[in-house]
Nanobody, 122 residues
Framework: QVQLVESGGGLVQAGGSLRLACAASGRTFSTYAVGWFRRAPGKERVFVAFISWNGGGTDYGDSVKGRFTVSRDNAKNTVDLQLNSLEPEDTAVYYC???????????????WGPGTQVTVSS
């Protein structure tokens, strides 16, 4: 019952920051866990970040720990991903995904957004 769309991508120089948003239709996004993933050119999709349905649990991929932060704003039906200290290796299409009532990261996701491009120049 949720449709997702990502926003906030763009072109930044190394060391810069971006804030991505995953927006959901309706007012029920608070019951969905959200994951962030990315696919770099010529590479497979990899896990970036996770936040539980109630916001009480988070997880991050090893390559982004300490640099990225995931949070949610239930009033706006969004989950945000703050990207700091960006590196050229972070260049990828970033996707958000959702699954209902998950407290830990699931193995699969039924809902996906179309993605937003993040490009980091050196």
């Amino acid at each position: 019952q949720v449709q997702l769309v990502e926003s906030g991508g763009g072109l930044v120089q190394a060391g810069g920051s971006l804030r991505l948003a995953c927006a959901a239709s309706g007012r029920t996004f608070s019951t969905y866990a959200v994951g962030w993933f990315r696919r770099a050119p010529g590479k497979e999709r990899v896990f970036v970040a996770f936040i539980s349905w109630n916001g009480g649990g988070t997880d991050y991929g090893d390559s982004v720990k300490g640099r990225f932060t995931v949070s949610r704003d239930n009033a706006k039906n969004t989950v945000d991903l703050q990207l700091n200290s960006l590196e050229p290796e972070d260049t990828a299409v970033y996707y958000c995904a959702a699954d209902r009532f998950r407290s830990v990261k699931p193995g699969s996701w039924p809902y996906w957004g179309p993605g937003t491009q993040v490009t980091v120049s050196s």
